[in-house]
C-alpha cells in the first residue's frame, strides 16, 4: 500500500473519533472512499490475482 492511503485511513481515524462522521451516511461514504482506494492497491500490486 501506498503511503498516501495509510495517512487517509489514519485522518479518517482522527476525524471518526472527533465525532466528523456521526451521521451514518458521511460514515458509508468514507468507508466506501477508502474501500475503493484499498481495492485499487490490491488491483495494482496483485494483478495476476484478479484473473478468473
Given at each position: 500500500m501506498k503511503n498516501e492511503l495509510f495517512a487517509k485511513i489514519e485522518e479518517f481515524y482522527v476525524q471518526m473519533q472527533?465525532?466528523?462522521y456521526d451521521h451514518p451516511c458521511d460514515l458509508a461514504i468514507i468507508l466506501q472512499s477508502l474501500s475503493?482506494?484499498?481495492w485499487n492497491e490490491v488491483d495494482e500490486l496483485y494483478p495476476q490475482s484478479?484473473?478468473?
Open positions: 472527533l465525532g466528523k475503493d482506494e484499498a484478479m484473473l478468473p
